[in-house]
């Protein structure tokens, strides 16, 4: 339902412009967030994942151009609003969890105090409120004796703690959107699978959704509702997780899923997919993906595939599908 929607993206379009040429990025992506759902988005480095949350964002530099037929959250226009206006809506109804959180933490001030500025800022609370705030957020979030964790320093942390005290950040000002870029993927397997359930409780604590970043279909296939997989800066097929997983229908999404070791079938061996994905400073024609796919035919290197329904829920966009009822 669209009252259930928390964020809306129609046609989103990146580009950047280096030595006074253009260099396209994303090509058109359209996607939903619902309120208590994730939205994974998986596929190789370099095919526009965290390009598009930055484009959503307002964060990316100068030389960005961003153009979208509308990007709503929670209803409000973000398209139409100044620097000024974002930066209202930035923490407040939308909060980014980084994948390196010492990129992100101040190391010169303390965790309190970076904790706080927040409180300050967007909630206006005083000293001793925000105070209370940080420490009824770290709490919440696991983090052991949270007084003295005010006190330190960011290298004081390890990566684990570091990336909770992000994850308390973003939480203490109750947005309805949590973007999450590879926030796992520096940590160790036991501290990721607390983080991962951390995020799948706060959603719904939240009453917000989970735009989740991924490379590693492992993480995608424990805390994923639906799944986007891009590629080269397109929507290739998207799906709910287990469509994606027992019935992949782009070659694209079947080569990802042949590249996971599974340690459940004796002898399995990867399936790497070949090639590399396609330099953005050449025009492609046809199918982006075509060079590196056993199924191409002329029709794929002459002409572009739209997206396809091929069950409720569940699209690819390749010339050689099958249509399921």
């Given at each position: 339902?669209?009252?259930d929607?928390?964020?809306e993206?129609?046609?989103?379009?990146?580009?950047?412009?280096?030595?006074?040429q253009?260099?396209?990025?994303?090509?058109?992506?359209?996607?939903?967030?619902?309120?208590?759902?994730?939205?994974?988005?998986?596929?190789?480095?370099?095919?526009?994942?965290?390009?598009?949350?930055?484009s959503?964002?307002?964060?990316?530099?100068?030389?960005a151009?961003?153009?979208a037929?509308?990007?709503?959250?929670?209803?409000?226009e973000?398209?139409?609003?100044?620097?000024?206006?974002?930066?209202?809506?930035?923490?407040?109804?939308?909060?980014?969890?980084?994948?390196?959180?010492m990129?992100?933490?101040?190391?010169?001030?303390?965790?309190?105090?970076?904790m706080?500025?927040?409180?300050?800022l967007?909630?206006?609370?005083?000293?001793?409120?925000?105070?209370?705030?940080?420490?009824?957020?770290l709490?919440?979030?696991?983090?052991?004796?949270?007084e003295?964790?005010?006190?330190?320093?960011?290298?004081?942390?390890?990566?684990?703690?570091?990336?909770?005290v992000?994850?308390a950040?973003?939480?203490?000002?109750?947005?309805?959107?949590?973007i999450a870029?590879?926030?796992?993927?520096?940590?160790?397997?036991?501290?990721?699978?607390?983080?991962?359930?951390?995020l799948?409780?706060?959603?719904?604590?939240?009453?917000?959704?989970?735009?989740?970043?991924?490379?590693?279909?492992?993480?995608?296939?424990?805390?994923a509702?639906?799944?986007?997989?891009?590629?080269?800066?397109?929507?290739?097929?998207?799906?709910?997780?287990?469509?994606?997983?027992e019935?992949?229908?782009?070659p694209?999404?079947?080569g990802?899923?042949?590249?996971?070791?599974?340690?459940?079938?004796?002898?399995?061996?990867?399936?790497?997919?070949?090639?590399?994905?396609?330099n953005?400073?050449?025009?492609?024609?046809?199918?982006?993906?075509?060079?590196r796919?056993?199924?191409?035919t002329?029709?794929?290197?002459?002409?572009?595939?739209?997206?396809?329904?091929?069950?409720?829920g569940?699209?690819?966009?390749?010339?050689?599908l099958?249509?399921?009822?």
């Amino acid at each position: 339902m669209p009252g259930d929607l928390v964020l809306e993206v129609r046609d989103l379009k990146t580009s950047f412009q280096l030595h006074k040429q253009d260099y396209r990025v994303l090509h058109g992506v359209s996607f939903e967030v619902a309120r208590h759902e994730t939205l994974c988005v998986v596929g190789e480095s370099g095919c526009g994942k965290s390009v598009m949350t930055l484009s959503i964002m307002g964060l990316l530099p100068e030389n960005a151009t961003v153009q979208a037929q509308s990007i709503r959250l929670d209803g409000q226009e973000l398209t139409a609003l100044s620097p000024r206006q974002m930066n209202k809506v930035r923490g407040r109804k939308m909060g980014m969890i980084f994948q390196e959180p010492m990129t992100c933490l101040n190391p010169l001030l303390t965790i309190g105090r970076q904790m706080t500025e927040g409180l300050k800022l967007h909630l206006g609370l005083g000293k001793e409120e925000a105070r209370r705030v940080a420490l009824e957020t770290l709490k919440q979030v696991g983090v052991s004796n949270p007084e003295e964790r005010l006190r330190q320093y960011p290298f004081q942390l390890s990566g684990g703690l570091r990336q909770r005290v992000m994850i308390a950040m973003v939480l203490s000002l109750n947005p309805r959107l949590l973007i999450a870029d590879e926030p796992t993927t520096a940590l160790d397997v036991t501290i990721q699978k607390q983080v991962l359930l951390l995020l799948r409780q706060l959603k719904h604590q939240l009453d917000a959704g989970v735009l989740f970043i991924t490379h590693d279909l492992g993480v995608v296939a424990e805390i994923a509702d639906r799944v986007i997989v891009l590629y080269a800066g397109v929507k290739v097929e998207e799906g709910g997780v287990r469509q994606i997983f027992e019935q992949p229908a782009h070659p694209y999404t079947i080569g990802l899923l042949a590249a996971v070791p599974n340690i459940k079938s004796e002898g399995y061996t990867l399936s790497p997919i070949p090639g590399t994905p396609p330099n953005i400073a050449q025009a492609i024609e046809g199918c982006r993906f075509h060079p590196r796919c056993g199924r191409a035919t002329d029709i794929c290197r002459e002409q572009a595939p739209a997206l396809r329904a091929l069950a409720p829920g569940h699209s690819a966009a390749c010339h050689h599908l099958e249509v399921r009822p």
